[in-house]
């Protein structure tokens, strides 16, 4: 019984993720005028831009200045991240432990 409870919770998931994934592949069409073929594509292998990339296929308008990554979202749980970012000086457990840290009082 437990099984087919888990099995039917992750069928729902799976659905839900792949109803969002459709709704993304929308809205970047609309924004790039790339085909939402190509979106779904570059989607399902994981693509990575750099501000000049994402400014041509039209998912950015212009880049601002380099600045140092202040914040990192646990980059580890993505396969194809650029090593550039994997190689932060922090981890998202460092954030998480910093935000989490006991609050000093004055």
Partial sequence: MQLRAALQNSIRWRKTIELFNLGMADIY???????????????????WLDADQAIKLGFAD??????????????????????SLKTASFTAEDIWRKWNAPKRRH
């Fill in 62 to 83: 212009s880049k601002a200045e380099s600045l140092k990554i202040a914040a990192c979202a646990g980059l580890e749980q993505f396969a194809k991240a650029p090593a």
């Fill in 29 to 47: 069409a609309n924004r790039t005028g790339q085909t939402k073929a190509k979106i779904l594509e570059m989607m399902k292998w994981e693509t």
